[in-house]
């Protein structure tokens, strides 16, 4: 045995144990004649390949053959969210306040996320003409801006779009990440048409030089519920529309969108959590990093329980015998 095959055994791993043992030696054994003679380590993409079909075999073992379908759908939501928003955040950016009074400001823009909004915007396009593997490093590069402009505006010292408009951001940039590899073109332009209805909708709405146009105030309390509430409506109604087609994908997109759905509503939930329940709640700092802290975890936390109750509902079965797609989640 070279060192190869037990480092693809290893790997193997990631498939159920009936799987492991009914297909084990023909997966490994493919591998290795594909594997070139000085080879001692699987490459990225084997490891890769035989992770995600390892996750999938697991999820065909639960029942849960449609979850990764529900992630795509859910992906394809998030990018459109995410992007739109950004649009509508650069349009803010473009209005700063009167040198006159004073605010602190990136020169001609309200704030360093002139740049983060601007990789969204990037990653838009690059999803209209490269969809899957370039779309998805463009989505990489936007999360990596959004990450990092906290860190560069405290070294700088300057401002920054605040936590809670940056963190549903992130939370719909790391679902966006399962955007499917190929999608007709007309899901390929449509994060440009959500880009271009936000950015008019900003220009009609954002008076120049006011200095309540900011991240703070209605934007928070408005812009990031509505954009909740419209995520939301749509992803049931797509989901009633499958669930009627005996496709349960929009279920699991539900649960998958939970968690940004939550950090776009930090303030909403912050607010009743705070006793504040009215038209625009403002609650403190503390309440909306316990919030969105909640949020993160519970969101998340959700998945796996869905799995286990669906494996519990289903019982068990032989492997390889879903009658569902692996690929779409349709029934064959």
Known sequence: MTDLEPRYLRLLLAYPADYRRARGAEI???????????RR???PADAADLLRGGLRQRLRAAGAADLIPGVRLAAVLAFLTATALAAAWSVLELHPPPAEWGVPSAGPFISLGIGVWAAWLLAAVVHAVAPGRWTRRAVALALLFTAAVVPVGALAGLPRPPLYVLLP???LGLVALGLPERLPARLRAAPLLAVGAAGLTGVNLVPRYDFYVSYYGWTAEQILPGAAVVLLVVVLLLGAGLTLRADHRGGWALLVLLTPIGLLSVHVLAGAADGLLNAAPRPGWTALAATALVVGLAGPALLPLAIALRRRVRGPGPVGHDTRCPTCGAHR
């Open 28 to 38: 490994v054994g493919t591998y290795l004649d594909l594997a070139g003679p000085d």
């Open 41 to 43: 380590w699987p490459s």
């Open 169 to 171: 951001q992130v939370g």
